[in-house]
């Protein structure tokens, strides 16, 4: 069966490339609206009626709401298309599988983050020939990472390369570092593709749609309207974006020498040193995998090259680093002990990321690397730490890290490191940090 679809330039372009034979990854993201789970549908029909018996997947965060939309936007395009229910294909709502009349079949699958399913078990007995995320930006790279790795089911037969199409509207995180970012300053890897949507690429949007994307607040209108990545959302956000890019430029009060340290076990996340001169962070050593012993003689070596003292040195004492601490005889930083001085804060760890974002906000923090990743991996960090619910009173906190590392698609093991050095001042601090 032929199908002829109606496509503008853009969705033309990300046509093309899913049926290339270089581009592994396309992100096809922008304005909400913009005919982007059109096109997913579009290249999953085309491709399972293109080729018998092969196997694919549709996947959002949520299943629920993969079948309320995506799927919808599936029915309405076989309208179009003249496909019929029961038979050129069938659907199974216990199953979750469409089967087509050739044998091929698309699997709609839940990717949201259990805690119960932390590595996406649920994922691997699958073997796929293509995938496709809807909203990807709701999910984690992690998961992204394992469907991936899943795409495999005759594609030497077919000679096929794997295929992963993404949609979503703007937003940080991986999908942001990942696609944008790179496409945006022209060192997109050759295996991936970025295009940008917009409202205008919908030939079958409403003519009303675009009014009330129009009466949105300004930050929504940007996203959802205009399609702008670099939007700038403050909400519930610590510290403003251009006060973070500022304190690398920052020559803060110096004066005593201190060490801070994330510590992380083998192959988990990163272990990251930071030396500090007063409120400069001086230096970083990023560690991948080391065991205590070997992280705890780098601290000591780091101490006796820059004369600081051992009271001076405060690592986490959370998990493994508290071998470190016992083996250095340092302090110890417990992110979920209470907040120093009675103070309003749920932990110690809200307590010293509100200083920390008050200390950047009045740009009297420095941070002094030429690391451009580490510089680029700090900015993505500090930049997503938000309150936990602002519209609530009580006692102030931050989201917590694992929200965070699902946002981020990573370990904030950077800016943790460099929260911890607000221990010291929180020791002499009075009054709550409030950012304004």
Known sequence: MMIKPDLTAKQKSAFRLLRDNNTTEILYGGAAGGGKSYLLCLWAISLSLEHDGIRGLIGRSKLDALKKTTLNTFYDLCKQLGLAA??????????????????SE????????????????????????????????QISEKAKQILSSRIRYKLDELNLIPKLLLTCNPSRGWVYNDFYQPSKEGVLPKHRAFIQSLVSDNKHISKHYIGQLSKLDEISKQRLLYGNWDYEDTDGKLMAYDKILE???????????????????????????????????????????????????????????HQVLLSNIIVDEDGVGGGAKDILRCKGF???????????????????YYMLADLINKGELGINTNDISIKQQLIDELSIVKRKDADKDGKLAIIGK??????????????????????????????????H
């Open 334 to 352: 417990v992110n979920n002990s209470r907040p120093l001085k009675g103070e309003n804060y749920t932990n110690l760890k809200s307590q010293c």
């Open 247 to 305: 304190a690398f430029s920052v020559d803060a009060e110096r004066g005593t020498k201190y060490i801070t340290a994330d510590i992380a076990r083998y192959g988990a996340d990163k272990t990251v040193i930071v030396l500090w001169d007063g409120l400069n962070a001086e230096s970083f050593k990023i560690i991948d995998s080391s065991s205590m012993v070997e992280v705890a003689e780098a601290i000591r070596a780091m101490q006796m090259q």
């Open 106 to 137: 698309i699997i709609l699958k839940d990717l949201f983050h259990y805690p119960s399913d932390p590595n996406y078990d649920s994922l691997g007995s699958l073997e796929l020939t293509w995938a496709a995320v809807d909203e990807c930006s």
């Open 86 to 103: 029961g038979e050129h294909y069938n659907y199974n709502g216990v199953s979750n599988i469409i089967t087509f009349y050739n044998g």
């Open 402 to 435: 694992d929200k965070i590392k699902l946002e981020l698609g990573r370990s904030p093991d950077i800016s943790d490191a460099i929260m911890m050095r607000m221990y010291y001042e929180a020791k002499g601090a009075s009054g709550i940090y409030y950012v």
